[in-house]
């Protein structure tokens, strides 16, 4: 049988995605990218907001149309949407023939036997139990590479349904995560992206401290690994030890990712996030005094119940003040089974779009700035391609993370440029927020 993949949502479930490849070849099956030419799909879905259920949604429909007219013959639902619905999937995708939760996606070969034999299946694991230790197949890229090192969350934000998702926190052993990394970097990974719901929290489960600060150097020690990137931490649990680590080891980009969600302390206490406003502040001032060339990215949500515009002032201002080179704003979304889904004060849609609109503005105002520093320097910039259209070679600094942020174009001789490869790269100018440059050869 030819097995099709469509991975949608985040990092976690692309990591998850690739391990169902590895597990449908250990099967014997055929696989693919996409449904082009396949017997069944996986659409590996994501839970986390009603926009995201709706493309997951949309995705299957897609596919039962195909199934309807002969061309796949299996559909398979997994993934966050397919564990948070799952007394509903059956109703939401009548044309479905398996749903896999979060907590049985290690084991789909055995679902993919059940629908060979005519069967329909349904398998949900224990959400809280340890993450299992499944191979991959690496699908993003030839270069990077996402590396989980725990899996759900116990941070209970008032609107978020994670934990109710993908369970509670869970540290992958550390043996396990360098043995990984290692195989990574013989497979030719040169950047390594650290990811989990909440980074920081790493180690407390399984050693009772935090481990990340440990764990960092002796991924950097991997020979072939040249970037360790960070994502995502969350901010009372940034140590001191933790900011020397990055600031000291090489590898380690100077970029983080840390979600912050709002600046007012009303509002952060609201969302059940640990801190104050004026603790955040500090923080980020404490960083990038002890990490020169610090880029911050975070996560906003605009419009939380209880909002005012007060609040929302405050975090405009702070924006402005902290110019945060990269943040990604999002309209609060109420999700039912979340705490905030049923707070009263509720704020109106259209106030919700327009205070998301009004930081976009100045965000992009920010990154614009942002880059025009970035001209007349230096940068590295990990090569990932050739544009035919622009006749330039592309990739990214240390200051963008795959998906999410910029990249770099850059001029070079044609062979005499590989993609994988590490060039340093003169910024000449800046264009919609993306950098410009040429090879510099000039020694440093």
């Known amino acids: 049988?030819?097995?099709?993949?469509?991975?949608?949502?985040?990092?976690?479930?692309?990591?998850?995605?690739?391990?169902?490849?590895?597990?449908?070849?250990e099967a014997g099956h055929e696989v693919a990218l996409g449904a082009e030419d396949c017997d069944a799909v996986v659409v590996n879905t994501c839970g986390f907001l009603q926009e995201a259920r709706d493309e997951a949604l949309g995705e299957i429909e897609k596919l039962a149309e195909r199934k309807r007219t002969g061309q796949i013959q299996k559909i398979i639902v997994t993934g966050c949407m397919a564990q948070w619905k799952k007394d509903e999937m059956?109703?939401?995708?009548?044309?479905?023939?398996?749903?896999?939760?979060?907590?049985?996606y290690e084991n789909i070969g055995q679902v993919l036997e059940q629908l060979e034999k005519g069967e329909k299946a349904t398998l949900f694991g224990d959400i809280d139990a340890p993450v299992p230790e499944v191979d991959r197949v690496v699908c993003t890229s030839d270069y990077w590479a996402w590396l989980r090192?725990?899996?759900?969350?116990?941070?209970?934000?008032?609107?978020?349904?994670?934990?109710?998702?993908?369970?509670?926190?869970?540290?992958?052993?550390?043996?396990?995560?360098?043995?990984?990394a290692r195989n990574l970097a013989e497979a030719g990974m040169k950047e390594l992206i650290v990811v989990a719901q909440d980074i920081t929290r790493y180690g407390l489960d399984l050693y009772g401290r935090r481990a990340l600060a440990d764990l960092l150097p002796k991924?950097?020690?991997?020979?072939?690994?040249e970037w360790v990137r960070l994502?995502?931490?969350?901010?009372?649990?940034?140590?001191?030890?933790?900011?020397?680590v990055i600031a000291n080891e090489p590898k380690i980009v100077k970029y983080i990712d840390l979600p912050i969600q709002h600046i007012s302390t009303k509002v952060l206490k609201s969302m059940h996030r640990r801190?104050?406003?004026?603790?955040?502040?500090?923080?980020?001032?404490?960083l990038r005094a002890r990490i020169p060339g610090l880029v911050l990215r975070t996560s906003l949500i605009a419009g939380f119940p209880g909002e005012t515009d007060a609040d929302f002032?405050?975090?405009?201002?702070?924006?402005?003040?902290?110019?945060?080179?990269?943040?990604?704003?999002?309209?609060?979304?109420?999700?039912?089974?979340?705490?905030?889904?049923?707070?009263?004060?509720?704020?109106?849609?259209?106030?919700k779009r327009r205070r998301v609109e009004l930081i976009t503005d100045i965000q992009m105002r920010i990154v614009d700035e942002f880059c025009e520093g970035q001209v007349g320097r230096t940068l590295t910039v990990l090569c990932e391609g050739y544009d035919d259209e622009?006749?330039?070679?592309?990739?990214?600094?240390?200051?963008?993370?795959?998906?999410?942020?910029?990249?770099?174009?850059?001029?070079?001789e044609e062979g005499g440029v590989r993609p994988g490869d590490f060039y340093r790269v003169k910024i000449t100018s800046t264009y919609d927020g993306e950098l410009i440059g040429v090879i510099d050869n000039e020694e440093e």
């Open 1 to 25: 049988m030819k097995v099709g993949f469509i991975s949608l949502g985040c990092a976690k479930n692309q990591v998850n995605c690739e391990q169902m490849i590895w597990q449908t070849y």
């Open 90 to 104: 059956e109703e939401l995708c009548p044309d479905a023939d398996a749903f896999i939760g979060v907590g049985g």
């Open 149 to 180: 090192i725990a899996e759900g969350c116990d941070n209970r934000c008032a609107y978020c349904v994670i934990p109710f998702i993908r369970g509670k926190f869970r540290s992958r052993p550390e043996e396990k995560i360098l043995e990984e």
């Open 219 to 225: 991924l950097c020690a991997i020979e072939g690994i």
């Open 231 to 244: 994502h995502y931490l969350y901010p009372d649990e940034i140590t001191d030890e933790l900011i020397d």
């Open 275 to 286: 801190g104050t406003g004026e603790e955040i502040r500090e923080l980020f001032h404490k």
């Open 313 to 351: 002032e405050e975090l405009c201002e702070f924006l402005l003040e902290e110019k945060i080179e990269r943040a990604g704003v999002f309209p609060y979304s109420p999700e039912p089974g979340s705490a905030a889904a049923s707070y009263p004060d509720q704020v109106d849609e259209d106030v």
């Open 390 to 412: 622009t006749e330039l070679f592309f990739g990214r600094s240390e200051y963008d993370s795959p998906g999410i942020d910029g990249i770099v174009h850059f001029e070079g």
